[in-house]
């Protein structure tokens, strides 16, 4: 019998992220512990960071990836660094997706 390759999602490794790091997973604004991620390939959120005031108009802003989860109950965002999760992937061997 051929085995199955059970593939991991994107989902997959937010969500155990969220377990291993996370010590407080209540909501800050609700109190309950049940959150959502949004489904793929739409995971990361690109936001616009400002940079250092001196630098020209033209190149003061940057995007910089987050991974958006929400609570179910409440609807309260939390944002995680992209890249502090994409490092905690690649030291488990986890597969970098985009």
């Given at each position: 019998?051929?085995?199955?390759?059970?593939?991991?999602?994107?989902?997959?490794?937010?969500?155990?992220?969220?377990?291993?790091?996370?010590?407080?997973?209540?909501?800050?604004?609700?109190?309950?512990?049940?959150?959502?991620?949004?489904?793929?390939?739409?995971v990361?959120?690109?936001?616009?960071?400002?940079?250092?005031?001196?630098?020209?108009?033209?190149?003061?802003?940057?995007?910089?990836p987050?991974v958006?989860?929400?609570?179910?109950?409440?609807?309260?965002?939390?944002?995680?660094?992209?890249?502090?999760?994409?490092?905690?992937?690649?030291?488990?061997?986890?597969?970098?997706?985009?």
């Amino acid at each position: 019998m051929a085995e199955i390759e059970v593939q991991r999602s994107l989902l997959d490794d937010v969500r155990e992220f969220i377990e291993e790091k996370w010590k407080h997973s209540e909501c800050e604004l609700c109190g309950a512990d049940r959150w959502m991620v949004y489904p793929e390939p739409n995971v990361y959120a690109y936001l616009l960071a400002a940079s250092d005031k001196n630098v020209p108009q033209a190149y003061s802003h940057s995007t910089v990836p987050y991974v958006p989860v929400s609570c179910v109950n409440c609807g309260n965002l939390r944002l995680i660094d992209a890249r502090t999760f994409e490092q905690w992937r690649s030291e488990r061997g986890l597969k970098a997706r985009k």
